[in-house]
């Protein structure tokens, strides 16, 4: 089991970046796949991003595909989310999700085994 904590959430412009991070601990955090979502109130849970075990393979949603980096380090047991060019339809709760697979992760979210708690991000028009 792996256990998840994001951080970085806040309150920017439109036009402005935030960096999301995600501390995991457990010994499988670097044999799996991780994934970030992120659900607006009043929305499903929607892909944002994810990556290999081995971070040689990545995978966005269309909608943040040039604007959205995710990357990890497994020695530092982190996985990292940079939000460039943000706009106001990218305000959410964000979450850092742990895959059951050690490939690149599904847009499902069924595919998904451990959560962490969220982080909330708000960009302002």
């Known amino acids: 089991q792996v256990q998840l904590v994001e951080t970085g959430g806040g309150l920017v412009q439109a036009g402005g970046s935030l960096r999301l991070s995600c501390a995991a601990s457990g010994r499988t955090f670097s044999s799996v796949a991780m994934g970030w979502f992120r659900q607006a109130p009043g929305k499903e849970r929607e892909f944002v991003a994810a990556?290999?075990?081995?971070?040689?393979?990545?995978t966005y949603a269309d909608s943040v595909k040039g604007r959205f980096t995710i990357s990890r380090d497994n020695a530092k047991a982190t996985v990292l989310l940079q939000m460039n060019s943000l706009k106001p339809e990218d305000t959410a709760v964000y979450y850092c999700a742990a895959s059951v697979y050690s490939h690149a992760g599904s847009r499902s979210r069924f595919e998904y085994k451990d959560w962490g708690q969220g982080t909330q991000v708000t960009v302002s028009s």
């Open positions: 990556i290999s075990w081995t971070g040689g393979s990545t």
